[in-house]
């Protein structure tokens, strides 16, 4: 009489490989994620970025929006959405519960009461090291790259 089918341990065997190629297809999934959205936060900072310096170069200054520190960058829509069409909208966070993009003005002229300078921060996930040239008044936990001009 012929045996049809497969013993157990072929099938412990099977469901054993199938497991770890889930394993290690889910965690690569999850490291794309991360790296997804890091990529789409630099590409927003340098699209406000660019709003900003179109802005200047229209205006002559950069937006004053809360001088004391940095401020979430939605409150840049008046200038850069509404008064200006720099931007169709100020681009949110890929994960905005948890993090948002800052802005803040900087190189005060007290003579013309304008501001020649920005820092735009944003929070980079899982960064090794951290990638940012403003002098940032916000904790690591809220900005680890920024850009900042002059």
Do not use: W
């Not at 993009?101 to 929070?123: E, H, I, Q, R, V």
């Amino acid at each position: 009489m012929a045996k049809r089918g497969f013993t157990l341990i072929e099938l412990l065997v099977t469901v054993s490989i199938m497991a770890i190629l889930m394993a290690i297809g889910i965690a690569s999934y999850a490291t794309v994620n991360v790296q997804s959205r890091n990529t789409k936060r630099k590409s927003d900072v340098e699209g406000l970025r660019s709003a900003l310096e179109m802005y200047r170069a229209d205006v002559g200054s950069y937006p004053a929006v809360n001088p004391q520190g940095f401020d979430v960058a939605t409150n840049l829509s008046d200038a850069l959405t509404v008064q200006g069409d720099y931007l169709p909208d100020i681009p949110p966070d890929p994960m905005p519960s948890l993090y948002r993009y800052y802005y803040t003005p900087t190189d005060y002229d007290a003579a013309n009461s304008k501001y020649y300078g920005y820092c735009l921060c944003a929070y980079i996930e899982h960064a090794s090291n951290i990638d940012s040239n403003c002098e940032a008044n916000v904790t690591t936990t809220q900005c680890n790259y920024g850009r900042r001009n002059p």
